[in-house]
């Protein structure tokens, strides 16, 4: 299925750090989210995969103390783990896609919020948390039994339309599902006319330096791909001014000279980085 992702693009990752909408997290929790969100826009800068991988184990347990721990509820906790895990894991997978060690790296945080989930209905959730978990969940869908990768991708479905409904100024929620709706086929709900929207409305929603790097991105690569190289080339520069010293953007822009987008990437990353080497 193709809305089935396993990319590194999917950093993905985005969080926002304006709150109003998260009632049932406390100010210290929301503040805890918001250092973590600070430092995963940090890790852009970083040199290397490997320079990033090290530096989020080392902020993991440096930030997620026993202590601190002990001042969030299991909600907030998960969600920071999510946070910080799928970090992690993307930079991994950044390095080596198919190394022996994400699996064991990712799935046991998959199953802790899977068997949260089954006390706890998604429809009394935090939607930071139900984001979180569903970028996770995407990434672990390929370790997974079909049938079950497929349950949960129509369940994300589902959840993401509910955060967009409740809460449609929420960056965050825009993005996952303009993805979502992108990478679905038609059959299976998919819509490029929601993908547009939702893409558009998250890059002028977004409320920090995060989210809008993350919105401009995958904005500026929707408009690339079909065919408005002015739009492209606008949000992919405001991205770059957020970031000036990025990895990312360079690698885009690489793949556009060779009539590839980062979105193009995820089901292609062997033949495009092939086609950039040459």
Not at 83 to 88: I, P, S
Request: proline letters at 4%; charged letters at 25%; glycine letters at 2%.
């Amino acid at each position: 299925m193709k809305f089935i992702r396993t990319k590194t693009f999917f950093i993905f990752f985005i969080l926002i750090s304006a709150f109003a909408f998260a009632d049932d997290f406390s100010d210290y929790e929301n503040d805890i989210i918001n250092q973590i969100q600070e430092f995963r826009f940090s890790t852009r800068a970083l040199p290397s995969a490997q320079a990033a991988i090290d530096a989020i184990a080392d902020y993991r347990k440096t930030l997620l103390t026993d202590e601190v721990r002990a001042k969030l509820s299991k909600e907030a906790e998960l969600t920071a783990d999510n946070l910080l895990v799928l970090e992690q894991y993307n930079y991994m997978y950044e390095k080596e896609m198919k190394s022996p060690d994400l699996e064991p790296f990712i799935k046991p945080q998959y199953e802790k919020i899977a068997a949260w989930d089954a006390d706890h209905p998604f429809d009394k959730a935090n939607p930071y948390y139900i984001l979180s978990s569903g970028d996770l969940t995407n990434s672990t869908m390929q370790f997974l039994p079909q049938g079950k990768a497929i349950t949960l991708g129509v369940q994300e479905k589902k959840n993401y339309d509910m955060v967009v409904a409740k809460y449609p100024k929420l960056a965050f929620g825009l993005i996952n599902a303009a993805l979502w709706y992108y990478f679905a086929p038609p059959i299976g709900g998919g819509s490029m006319t929601k993908a547009r929207d939702y893409f558009s409305r998250a890059s002028e929603c977004a409320a920090n330096n995060y989210e809008k790097f993350y919105a401009y991105v995958y904005y500026s690569q929707f408009l690339y791909e079909n065919n408005d190289a002015e739009g492209c080339e606008k949000y992919l520069k405001m991205a770059e001014e957020l970031s000036p010293s990025n990895r990312w953007t360079p690698f885009i822009r690489k793949m556009n000279k060779k009539s590839y987008s980062v979105l193009d990437y995820s089901n292609n990353r062997d033949k495009i980085e092939k086609k950039i080497a040459d």
